[in-house]
């Protein structure tokens, strides 16, 4: 049997490897396992390499995966400039590519293919909730620390423009380059600046060092405000509660901010003893939504692929799909429901009259039927459930409300003029 694969070319080793790298191929074999391990009768396995920061390794690895490997799709593809270079090989070989990882508005923008789908986040997002959110609290001023490339670059000039847009001034920025571990000029060029604002318009480690000596500086306690304009939990763990507090941040994805989430994580957490960030659980979701949209295309074919994509719904990590917390209180509730449903379907039937027996039954067995088929249709439209479970299940409603219609009917008493 034939294996459909999924690939990730992510960042294993280098400065994006937190945020991405094992945690990412992680969180696609989570959705692969959720999903059932097979897609149209296929099993599925998760490959990943390590473009070590590099566009023409990434470059390198999609033309060679296409070509040799026959790989119709993929995955993740951390940092915007390798990220460019994997969108224009997909392009050319029209194979699908879901970005997780890289944040430029560019991909998001001008160049976006057919091919191509910017999931999770970009920096678009990411300036406009921090900077707009900021410039509205009063912090109006800003100095940006900038990491000196394609990312770095594209999320100064986007949250620059919203600060202007919303209000507020650039007094001046500088550019570090990337995996720097002294910041202390730059630092001391924000300092000077008296901005209300010191953003930090890098990533990952960058983030962390900058955060760390910004602490060192005084910088905070001297009554300036630092904006991470990427952080991730990951990196909030590494900065502790004294070097992040006060900080502002936007993300896509909080492991802790309900019940579902936290259930996802959890599980998350058995397998990497630390909890998921937003890049981690959009792998999840993007991983999950392009193998429902192969279900329901019955092929993985790129134009018919991309077509149920574009259609949603997408599957987010919030939505519980490892089953019940508790058993015994799922079937309490189930039960309930089921009670509810034969009372308000009760009432129904004694608002008939002239209806024998027979036809009160077939009434009932009916209102089973259209209910699961405003249910479950759905289901198998929208995320690639099988024909065969669908059908199950048009089959059990039926059934389930036939016999009790048998019942209900004989109780529920026709109404006589």
Known sequence: MSVDSIFLITDM?????????????????????????????????????????????????????????????LMDVAASATALAAIEVAKNKNKIVVLNGPAAVRITNEACTPVSVHYAYDNYALSHGTGAAMVKAGYDTWFFITADYAFGHDLEQNTAAVVKASGGQVLGSVRVPINSSDFSSALLQAQSSKAKVVGLANAGGDTINSIKQAAEFGIVRGGQKMAGLLVFINDVNSLGLEAAQGMLLTNAFYWDRDDETRAWAQRYFQRMNKMPNMTQAGIYSATTHYLQAVQAAGTDETSAVMEKMRKGPIMVAAVRREGFGSFSRALVIQLLSLIAAAFLLTWLLLQTSGLGYARRVTFLATIGLVASVIVDLPNWNWWGFSGTYTAVNLADSTITWLLAGLVIARVAKPRTN
């Open 13 to 73: 080793n280098g400065p994006a490897s937190t945020p991405t790298g094992q945690g990412s191929v992680t969180a696609a074999q989570m959705a692969v396992d959720d999903f059932g391990g097979k897609v149209l009768g296929k099993p599925i396995e998760i490959v990943f390499a390590d473009h070590q920061n590099k566009a023409d390794i990434a470059s390198a690895t999609a033309r060679e995966w296409f070509d040799t490997q026959h790989v119709d799709a």
